[in-house]
């Protein structure tokens, strides 16, 4: 018995030592080298569109006295990281619960637009932005994402800096030219468009035209997007994976760029 002992504990010891070798050697079983997380954390910071739109969250269990520790949590459908579903804009079309599954996962594609945005932050991303972005890495693949690099993400820390309030208490960011929106739709059959700002459209939009436009066209949007920095303009999957909301208008979202 004893010799079974010990030959069992050094089989274990064995497996062990192998399982920890293989941790340790292990790559993305995906093939891609690196998982980055296109999001911001969601909490009491959290700069909302309206300084009135926030995050609540409640402690209803802790571990001193349920043996468990959870909370409840209160947000608007729009707010942190989240995705528009075309339903936002456009009645009787998908719901962030409806959007097909085959949609979230896609091609992407990093539009750095921060050279022009420098000094005026009501830029309107052009179709010009995107030739020359075509000019370096071909076209943009069809059923791609596009999501916008302005820069605007490094003034996250401060809401103030982030909505860019003027003094009549119009929002101040860079979004997308209508023109733009409508040449990816309709020239390049994107599935989704976003940007690091609050809004696809820029701040001080009123009618909202490229929300009007692809949304009404089943073309989701991805807001308040983090870390583009750290992304390829080229090459990269996305999977963009929204809380399944019944008949939301939107919703949370997190949003993960694969890196080959
Ligand atoms: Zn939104």
Redesign the pocket.
């Known amino acids: 018995m004893r010799v079974q002992t010990f030959v069992a504990g050094c089989a274990l010891a064995l497996a062990l030592f192998l399982f920890a070798q293989r941790q340790g050697a292990m790559t993305l079983p995906s093939g891609f080298h690196a998982v980055i997380d296109l999001t911001h954390e969601v909490g009491s910071r959290t700069p909302g569109f309206d300084a009135s739109e926030v995050f609540r969250a409640k402690t209803i269990n802790t571990i001193e006295k349920d043996k468990y520790f959870g909370r409840s949590f209160s947000l608007p459908e729009?707010f942190g990281t989240?995705i528009?579903a075309p339903a936002?804009f456009a009645k009787g079309l998908w719901t962030v619960d409806q959007i097909p599954t085959e949609r979230l996962v896609a091609p992407l594609v990093v539009l750095d637009v921060r050279n022009q945005i420098s000094g005026n932050p009501n830029y309107l991303i052009s179709v010009e932005d995107i030739a020359r972005w075509e000019k370096v890495n071909g076209h943009i693949p069809q059923g791609s994402v596009v999501l916008a690099r302005t820069g605007w993400s490094s003034r996250w820390g401060s809401g103030k800096d982030y909505r860019n309030l003027d003094a009549k208490g119009v929002l101040h960011f860079p979004g997308y030219a209508l023109d733009t929106a409508k040449f990816l739709v309709e020239a390049r059959n994107v599935i989704g468009i976003g940007i690091d700002t609050l809004?696809v459209d820029t701040g001080s939009s009123e009618d909202f035209p490229v929300h009007q436009y692809s949304l009404s066209h089943s073309v989701y949007?991805l807001?308040n997007v983090a870390n583009l920095e750290h992304v390829p303009p080229a090459g990269a999957v996305v999977v963009v994976a929204p809380m399944k909301l019944e008949g939301g208008s939107?919703g949370p979202v997190r949003i993960l760029a694969l890196v080959r």
Do not use: R
Request: aromatic share 0%; charged share 25%.
């Open positions: 729009h989240h528009d936002h809004s949007h807001e939107g």
